[in-house]
């Protein structure tokens, strides 16, 4: 399997971060971290080996990138309307930095799809739906959409508003809700077992889908059973399970 990791500078910002990449060709997924990861995290936890079939045929190319939680979301001593504020140096090295060099690594014209376990499933999303022009397809994985519900505290401003998914697209219409219809799509995946309901994402998953349901955006709803806990093995299982289907 070819392996290669690089560090990315933000050219608008000071932001910089690592991506470790997988695969030789095939369709580029963009994959966020859990809270404060990596970018060798989901090879770390068996993710990547979960799929190695998949790389190996030329399906699919994984670029793994760091996370920027530390300074941002998980920022607890922080005020939430500050931590989103801080987000958007994320999204610059993001947009900036990794998408250039994915275009060079796999061609300009290869859509991107994002993919993330918990945390990294709400990057994906929250990705996916404010850049639709560059990633028109999320895999998301036991995600909790909504950044008041986590660890949080003080007033909520635009900050926060523009990256809470489940406030948003309440309110998505007009031209943008339906070029998004026609071009974004999103994977919800989330089991129904241990720390699924402790970490809000089960019911934060269901309540995504449906608001995505009632704006009319295309969107898969996967419950796994009650056995189904918030951990890694769940994730490589249904990684394996549906990711073919996309690449």
């Known amino acids: ?7 990315l500078d933000s050219p608008t910002s000071s932001a910089s971060g690592t991506v470790a990449v997988y695969g030789h060709f095939g369709r580029p997924v963009l994959v966020f971290p859990t809270e404060l990861g990596q ?3 989901f090879a770390d936890n068996g993710m990547v080996a979960a799929v190695e079939g998949l790389i190996d045929a030329g399906r699919v190319k994984l670029y793994c990138v760091d996370s920027f939680d530390a300074a941002t979301w998980s920022a607890d001593y922080l005020p939430l309307e500050e931590r989103a504020r801080r987000h958007a140096s994320y999204e610059s090295w993001i947009v900036d930095a990794v998408v ?7 061609g300009e014209e290869a859509e991107i799809a994002t993919a993330g376990c918990s945390m ?4 994906a999303l929250n990705f996916a739906l404010k850049r639709a022009d560059l990633f028109p397809l999320a895999l998301c994985f036991s995600g909790n959409y909504e950044p008041a519900a986590w660890r949080s505290w003080g007033e909520r401003g635009d900050a926060v508003y ?3 998914p489940v406030d ?17 799509s ?3 995946v989330c089991g129904q077992g241990q720390w699924e309901d402790t970490t809000g994402a089960l019911g934060s998953t269901r ?13 898969e709803l996967d419950l796994w059973g009650p056995d189904v806990p918030h951990d890694w093995p769940s994730w490589r299982a249904q990684l394996a399970h549906h990711l073919p289907r996309f690449c």
């Open 168 to 184: 948003y697209v309440a309110n998505l219409h007009g031209e943008h809700l339906e070029w998004l219809r026609s071009r974004v």
């Open 207 to 219: 309540r995504m889908a449906q608001l995505l349901g009632a704006r009319g955006l295309r969107h």
């Open 39 to 41: 970018a060798w995290e």
């Open 162 to 164: 523009f990256n809470s």
């Open 186 to 188: 999103a994977l919800l």
């Open 120 to 123: 990294g499933a709400f990057h």
């Open 1 to 7: 399997m070819r392996h290669y990791s690089v560090k």
């Open 100 to 106: 250039p060099h994915v275009r060079a690594d796999s």
